[in-house]
Nanobody
């Protein structure tokens, strides 16, 4: 299994940047695609970005495309989310998780464990 621990969130002004990190324990980390999801207060958790096991293919939600970049370092068992040009609507708790692609939709893998998340707050 892959147990993630997210970090790097914080308070930032609109237009600013943050780099989120997800350190994942588990010997099989490099076997799985990994993804970032986010959840704003009162809203459902939504997909943000995903990266395949080798790190050479990425996917993004339309809302973050061109502003966010997902990457991974399998030697460090870590996934990153570089977020730029942040907007107030990006305010949410961000989570990373092992993911699978089913019927064209990225979703948490059946065996996936959720971390505690990291809070991103963007002020206008």
């Amino acid at each position: 299994q892959v147990q993630p621990v997210e970090s790097g969130g914080g308070l930032v002004q609109a237009g600013g940047s943050l780099r989120l990190s997800c350190a994942a324990s588990g010997r099989t980390f490099s076997s799985y695609a990994m993804g970032w999801f986010r959840q704003a207060p009162g809203k459902e958790r939504e997909f943000v970005a995903a990266i395949n096991w080798s790190g050479d293919t990425t996917w993004y939600a339309d809302s973050v495309k061109g502003r966010f970049t997902i990457s991974r370092d399998n030697a460090k068992n870590t996934v990153y989310l570089q977020s730029t040009s942040l907007k107030p609507e990006d305010t949410a708790a961000y989570y990373c998780v092992a993911v699978v692609l089913r019927a064209g939709v990225w979703m948490p893998a059946d065996f996936a464990s959720w971390g505690q998340g990291t809070q991103v707050t963007v002020s206008s």
